[in-house]
């Protein structure tokens, strides 16, 4: 869905290295979302946002920080990388109803 | 907090038949059930709810059941076609007025259509 972006899709970094990762939705959702996919593992949630002041943890969040600079973009660090958040991660929205989720392209992450 | 359970972790059927996937849920809260559709080197998309005060729903070729009791529900797809390879993902959410929290997602079926 061309309605979220993600950036960067592609990211090689050394471990210990501090890393951004950004999500940018023109659907006007209200709701925004990280997760990161690993093989045989499914998707699991990082953080997610209600409104620009509202931030939760979900099942995953150590080792990871966020921030909704707007309503349209919520960015996820990794302060230190470490070799086991290789991985993709995917950024998703939703409208307050929370019904569909709607996911970006996401952006394959590797720490050596 | 909530552990959603999906099997098989791969399932191959021939073209034309049907096919059936299985996720269990832990959390008796939970009453908002996505299933998920993710092709090889795409986004997970939706393809079919549910929500608790509902036992079956059906759109077109897919219909998804749910048993509050046992907390179990299950994905069918009838008439199989081969785009209907990829991989599917359960879901669970407590739909709490607001809309629905952050998913807990099964770890995924890779569906596969036999010509």
């Known amino acids: 869905d061309a309605d979220v972006t993600q950036t960067p899709r592609n990211r090689i970094t050394k471990t210990g290295k501090r890393i951004m990762l950004e999500c940018s939705q023109t659907k006007g959702h209200d709701r925004m979302y990280w997760y990161r996919q690993d093989p045989g593992l499914g998707l699991r949630l990082i953080y997610y946002s209600f409104d620009v002041k509202d931030i939760n943890k979900g099942e995953i969040s150590d080792g990871y920080s966020v921030s909704r600079q707007a309503q349209a973009k919520f960015s996820l660090s990794l302060e230190s990388a470490i070799p086991n958040q290789t991985a993709l991660y995917f950024c998703?929205?939703?409208?307050?109803?929370?019904?569909?989720?709607?996911f970006g392209p996401g952006t394959r992450l590797t720490v050596l | 907090g909530e552990n959603v359970e999906q099997h098989p972790s791969t399932l191959s059927v021939q073209e034309g038949d049907s096919a059936v996937i299985k996720c269990t849920y832990s959390d008796s809260a939970s009453n908002y059930f996505p299933w998920y559709k993710q092709e090889l080197g795409k986004r997970p998309q939706l393809i079919i709810d549910?929500?608790?005060?509902?036992g079956e729903k059906k759109d077109q070729r897919i219909a998804v059941t749910l048993n509050k009791t046992a907390k179990h529900f299950s994905l069918h797809i009838t008439e199989t076609q081969p785009e209907d390879s990829a991989v599917y993902f359960c879901a669970a959410s407590m739909y709490s007025g607001g809309g629905a929290d952050g998913l807990t997602f099964g770890k995924g079926t890779h569906l596969i259509i036999q010509p």
């Open positions: 998703a929205t939703s409208d307050l109803s929370g019904d569909e989720q709607f």
């Open positions: 549910i929500r608790s005060n509902v």
